[in-house]
């Protein structure tokens, strides 16, 4: 009998659970598979890269909308700093509503869009708006989906390059998993690569995979009602994306939050009582982690809540930069959320099936913009 994340399938079908379980468990081989599939695309992508990052005003904007967006909030702050050049995250949601605050008509412009599906309106918008907006724009796709819009329109344009990720990162269920991770690591391995990290990161993780199962399994068994997600620079990106993970799975049965360790203090902190769990994702960073621990002893001398988690105490992932901790952080978050859903009695795989939210978001118009339309 095979199982996932510790549940015998037969069980995980009947909660409606199935999906969800193997997407989260896969990721580990699936960033291993997806550095591969970098690296024989290596060349070409290259050749088309090189000319673009040539141009010194290049402008770099990462896009996607919901966890999409989140790919490129946890990136930009470490891709600025690796490439030292300004790398900006703004969502499609953002620059589909207000393309005249965001697009610069004069400053060339790559626009990374990362998407699940590539089917969403405002992944479409986004891209047609940035053409339209910007005399000298280049794109690059990062999408599961080869057969989505937003891979089709790539394919047939000169000035874009699709990077499809590997067929099972299309993820079927509701909540994005391995998707999101598998765009991280493409990110990565195309402008940043370190030697060893991935390794590193599949083999802490598969030791998340193999042996803490239980350990998180009980945390999300606590009555808390409330979660609030902590960590600075990119770990904020992840730290927001779990609390959307823990959101969508728990049908907002639990109310969540994300802040940076200094900004929670900064009002946020008010939120704490005895039913909020704290989870603080510590960074590997030696100066950043003295701001992370000072938070930390100061929740513990309060005593407001006795549930302060640091997933960083559950597996060493020393090792590794933030960047690529991130990844295990947002594992550690997507266990907590799919165990929490199920101890609401929640379906993980449809967690809302009256389908007010929908895995591909629906019902979005996107109008006509003139004001910024080439002469």
């Not at 700093?81 to 499609?92: G, K, N, P, V």
């Not at 639990?254 to 802040?259: F, K, P, T, Y």
């Amino acid at each position: 009998m095979y199982e996932h994340l510790a549940i015998d399938d037969a069980t995980l079908r009947e909660q409606n659970g199935e999906h969800t379980a193997r997407e989260i468990a896969q990721q580990p081989e699936i960033w291993l598979r997806t550095a591969e599939l970098v690296e024989r695309q290596c060349a070409r992508l290259d050749a088309w890269l090189a000319p673009i990052l040539a141009q010194p005003a290049l402008r770099i904007i990462l896009t996607g909308a919901g966890t999409s967006a989140y790919v490129g909030e946890t990136l930009a702050p470490y891709l600025t700093r690796a490439l030292e050049r300004r790398i900006e995250a703004i969502s499609t949601t953002d620059l589909v509503s207000n393309p005249q605050d965001y697009l610069l008509r004069q400053q060339p412009t790559l626009l990374i869009s990362y998407a699940r599906s590539g089917n969403s309106p405002e992944s479409v918008g986004a891209y047609e708006l940035a053409d339209q907006c910007i005399d000298d724009c280049y794109h690059l796709v990062i999408t599961c989906n080869r057969d989505g819009e937003l891979a089709r329109r790539a394919q047939d344009n000169s000035n874009s390059y699709s990077l499809l990720m590997l067929e099972e990162t299309l993820d079927q269920s509701f909540a994005m998993t391995s998707s999101f991770t598998a765009m991280i690591v493409s990110t990565l391995q195309v402008f940043a690569p370190r030697a060893g990290q991935v390794e590193t990161l599949a083999a802490t993780t598969r030791r998340l995979l193999d042996s803490r199962l239980d350990t998180v399994r009980a945390l999300a068994q606590r009555d808390f009602r409330r979660v609030v997600f902590l960590g600075a620079g990119g770990l904020k990106g992840i730290a927001t994306e779990a609390a959307l993970k823990m959101l969508e799975l728990t049908a907002g049965q639990v109310d969540c939050h994300a802040e940076s360790p200094l900004g929670f203090r900064h009002g946020p902190k008010s939120m704490l009582d005895e039913s909020t769990l704290v989870i603080l994702l510590q960074s590997n960073d030696g100066y950043c982690r003295r701001y992370d621990d000072d938070l930390l002893e100061e929740l513990r001398r309060d005593g407001t809540t006795e549930w302060i988690s640091c997933p960083a105490e559950l597996v060493d992932g020393s090792g590794l930069e933030d960047a690529w901790l991130a990844l295990h952080y947002i594992v550690f978050a997507q266990l907590l959320a799919f165990y929490k859903s199920l101890a609401l009695g929640i379906t993980p795989d449809n967690p809302c099936p009256t389908g007010e939210v929908n895995r591909v978001v629906q019902g979005v118009t996107i109008h006509p913009f003139s004001a910024g339309k080439k002469r």
